[in-house]
Each structure stands twice: as C-alpha cells, then as structure tokens.
C-alpha cells in the first residue's frame, strides 16, 4: 500500500513565492499541528485563493508543488512576537494552474457551486486522484506558463 499521502495547504501568492525562495512551507498563520500531520516523501500543492494575504486581490490558482524533505518541524523567530512553524520542502518546477477548470473533476470539492469552501480550512488531504489531475496541469514543460 503506498503510504504516500498528498496535501494541499492554502497560501497567499507571495509568501508561496517566499517559502518557494527559501525551500520552506508555513501554514496556518504559522500553527505547528497542520506541518506534523505530514511526514518525509508527502507532497504538498499550494493553492493561493489571494495575491497577498492582505489584499483583496484574486489569484485563484494553484502555485506550488514540493515534497516534504525530511520530519523536521521547527520554528523561526520572524519577529519577537511573530515565531511560526516551518517545514523544509523541496519545490519542483511548475507553472502556476488556475482552479477554475479544474473544479468539476476535482474530488475534495463536492459542491461545486461553493468551491471556495475546503481551503478555508487551510491545509487538509486529498486523494491521489486529485493529486494527479492538479500536477498535470502544473508539470508540464511548456513555455506559456509562468514557472515559479
């Protein structure tokens, strides 16, 4: 059976790029729990409903994939106040893959009407299936992409 289990972690645009940048993923507004659900060889596809977390702009895309690189979960002072929780991931190449074709195949969103509504959660599972059907939209070499 393979133990290999797929995530998806709902993330702002520019801080995927930042956590992209320096190979690490925080969720949650840097909540520890969520990074110890995953463990060594999981993947994780970020999806960014918002261009930045304060703003209002959409993105509504799927940003980044990476593959939890060891079972260290630790935290990072950012500011004396502000220690979130990281996890080391080595992202892989890709092109950002908007959602919104893909919402009526995908699984983990039953109604299809309120799309929106699993990554309010932040981070959860998704079947391989859903896995499979997002990177193939974000691995593929082509040149119109954006790669990240």
Partial sequence: MNSTKYWIATVSKEHTLRGVAGGFMQVCHGKQ????????GDY??????????????????FTAIGQVKDDNVYQFEMTENFKPFRRNINFLQCV???????????EFIPNKKSWGFPFRY??????????????????????KGQYI
């Fill in 33 to 40: 729990a969520p990074l110890k659900r995953m463990k060594k």
């Fill in 44 to 61: 994780l596809i970020v999806y960014s409903s918002k261009i930045t977390m304060e703003g209002n702009e959409k993105c509504q895309a």
């Fill in 96 to 106: 950002e893959s908007s959602i919104i074709p893909l919402i009526k195949d995908l």
């Fill in 122 to 143: 932040g981070f959860f599972e998704i079947k391989e299936n859903d896995f499979n059907l997002i990177t193939s939209k974000m691995l593929k070499n082509e040149i």
